[in-house]
């Protein structure tokens, strides 16, 4: 079992910054490629960003913008958001990929909104 737990979300303005951070508690952290995904209200959950030993990946519409990262010392996964947009409003949830590629553990979700 692997737990997360996100933080960091909040209101901001457009053009602003903010970092995600999703702790993780359970079995080995390093092992698990991870996920941030975002679900805007009407729209599907989409994948961010997501790391692994593999390299790492951006949707389109985020690459240049934000930033995943992970420090497995302290079991913690970040999504550095730049220039934000009113388009990147949603809940933000980061999840643990298993060896059998399904994102198994997932986090409650922060909420992020970005105003005009």
């Known amino acids: 079992q692997v737990q997360l737990v996100e933080s960091g979300g909040r209101l901001l303005q457009a053009g602003d910054s903010l970092r995600l951070s999703c702790a993780a508690s359970?079995?080995?952290?390093?092992?698990?490629?991870m996920g941030w995904f975002r679900q805007a209200p009407g729209k599907e959950r989409e994948l961010v960003a997501r790391?692994?030993?593999?390299?790492?990946v951006y949707a389109d519409s985020v690459k240049g913008r934000f930033t995943i990262s992970r420090d497995n010392a302290k079991n913690t996964v970040y999504l550095q958001m730049n220039s934000l947009k009113p388009e990147d409003t949603a809940v933000y949830y980061c999840?643990?990929?298993?060896?059998?590629?399904?994102?198994?553990?997932w986090g409650q979700g922060t909420q992020v909104t970005v105003s005009s």
């Open positions: 999840a643990a990929q298993g060896g059998d590629g399904r994102y198994g553990y």
């Open positions: 359970g079995r080995t952290f390093s092992g698990y490629a």
């Open positions: 790391i692994s030993r593999s390299g790492i």
